[in-house]
């Protein structure tokens, strides 16, 4: 799912426009799965894909949005293109998620680590 205002380029903190709700216990990488991505994004979603793997890329990692958002599955191909090979993709999303009567909670992205 995009952060509209994208991120803050001193500190990598993401300029969030509106609420975002996610399903309990996931990490919202936001822009990662736009068609290309500049280098900063990059690192950030390989680096974060580290982090919730920890460092197992075979570990098994759902990545949703919203019903039929493409971002989504953009990511997977991505995470699958940094080896990762136990790749899901949920395309219901977070709509799928709340009409089957599950919570949501509103999500906070990790900042980007910026080379300075």
Same mark, same amino acid.
């Given at each position: 799912? &995009?952060? $509209? +205002? #994208?991120?803050? &380029?001193? /500190? #990598?903190?993401?300029? %969030? ?7 309990? #216990? @996931? ?8 068609? +290309?991505?500049? +280098?900063?994004?990059?690192?950030? !979603? *390989? /680096? ?10 075979? $570990?098994?990692?759902? !990545?949703?949005? %919203? ?11 991505? *995470? *699958?293109? %940094? ?6 993709? !949920? @395309?219901? =999303?977070?709509? =799928? ?9 509103? +999500? ?5 680590? %910026?080379?300075?």
């Amino acid at each position: 799912m &995009p952060a $509209r +205002a #994208g991120y803050d &380029p001193t /500190t #990598g903190v993401w300029r %969030l426009v509106e609420k975002r709700m996610d399903i309990p #216990g @996931s990490t919202w990488l936001p822009n990662t799965g736009l068609g +290309a991505l500049e +280098a900063p994004l990059q690192s950030y !979603f *390989a /680096t974060q894909l580290r982090i919730v793997s920890d460092g197992d890329v075979g $570990r098994p990692l759902i !990545f949703y949005c %919203l019903a039929d958002c493409w971002m989504s599955w953009n990511a997977v191909k991505r *995470a *699958a293109s %940094l080896g990762y090979s136990g790749l899901y993709w !949920f @395309s219901e =999303g977070t709509d =799928g998620w709340s009409e089957a009567g599950r919570p949501l909670v509103e +999500a906070a992205p990790p900042p980007l680590e %910026l080379i300075k």
